[in-house]
């Protein structure tokens, strides 16, 4: 029983108030970081618009045409359905409706337009963030448990997929990470994020193989291979713990009925940075009755850290 090692009740499962103030701040660190580029971007649109006397002259700037469509209300994955025609009229009813109307300040008000749409990307990307932060914090304490054992690991980058060998200036990977590979006592053992597994029909957060890296793509087709998979649910705000739950609960109990079936039994564990009482009550069940292998609340130093020596001993 694993768990034994950072939980002795329920109790110590459920987030506290410092923590989830913790996770809020941390989120907004990470709005701020994701909203540097698009501040750069606004910056740069003004100093070029700077040049136009008035609106209409902004459509003589060959380089901005892309942020006057952006200023205009179009998202990137809109522009991308959009034909040149429909990009000049938007464009047209941006100069129209708003720069001309702006007088002397039209420069500003563009500039002001294109914050706008970009803030409702930014906003998009957030909704994940969640996610991102918790799989970079557990991908951060994996490499640290790893290295302190002198485990030699390889680690896949998520843009391009692929494998590359671990580094003594490692700050940051976890940015980019998808995957970590590593051999500890002559075991093969490869662990990726969010992959749909054929066997479950669903998407898993983290799924943990017994192969190499050069072996996944047909490794984790075959049930068999399969050592552990995990649900990982980074939000941080206490309103939606019990909903987390409730998605994970039901992914692990489809993962569990599909390997049954197959008369195979993988370690299944949880993680979590909000956890309410009644979730903390319904997830120490689970653990006592052999349900969960382990599990952990992400905002508590200390579970991290031993559900990654525990997973790095699988």
């Known amino acids: 029983m694993s768990y034994r090692r950072h939980l002795k009740s329920a109790r110590d499962l459920v987030t506290s108030y410092e923590q989830v103030r913790a996770g809020f701040v941390a989120l907004a660190l990470e709005r701020n970081r994701r909203a540097t580029p698009f501040v750069e971007e606004a910056r740069a649109l003004k100093i070029a618009a700077l040049k136009a006397n008035k609106p209409r002259d902004l459509l003589k700037i060959a380089s901005i045409k892309s942020a006057l469509v952006t200023a205009a209300g179009v998202s990137d994955k809109a522009a991308g359905h959009m034909l040149a025609k429909d990009k000049q009229d938007a464009i047209d009813g941006l100069i129209a409706k708003f720069l001309e109307p702006a007088g002397t300040a039209f420069v500003e008000e563009l500039v002001f337009r294109f914050l706008l749409t970009r803030g409702d990307t930014l906003g998009g990307s ?3 963030v969640g996610g991102a932060l918790a799989q970079r914090k557990l991908t951060r304490s994996l490499i640290s448990t790893l290295t302190l054992n002198k ?3 390889r680690w896949m980058h998520g843009a391009n997929g692929t494998w590359t ?12 990470l998808r ?3 590593w051999v500890i006592e002559g075991k093969q053992r490869t662990l990726v994020y969010n992959v749909n597994v054929p066997l479950v029909r669903n998407n898993i957060d983290l799924i943990l193989l017994g192969c190499s890296p050069e072996q996944f793509s047909t490794a984790y087709r075959t049930p068999k291979n399969y050592i552990a998979l995990g649900e990982l649910k980074g939000g941080i705000d206490p309103a939606g713990a019990d909903e987390h739950w409730k998605t994970g609960k039901t992914a ?3 993962i569990r009925t599909a390997f049954a079936a197959k008369s195979l039994k993988p370690k299944l564990f949880f993680v979590a940075a909000a956890v309410a009482n009644k979730m903390a009550a319904e997830i120490w069940s689970q653990l006592l009755h052999g349900r969960l292998a382990n599990a952990g609340n992400l905002t508590n130093q200390d ?3 031993s559900m990654c020596a525990w997973i790095t001993e699988l």
């Open 126 to 128: 957030m909704r994940n």
């Open 151 to 153: 485990v030699p690991y």
């Open 165 to 176: 060998k671990m580094s003594e200036n490692d700050a940051d990977i976890e940015i980019y």
């Open 179 to 181: 995957g970590l590979a």
């Open 252 to 254: 692990l109990d489809r």
């Open 303 to 305: 579970h991290t850290a």
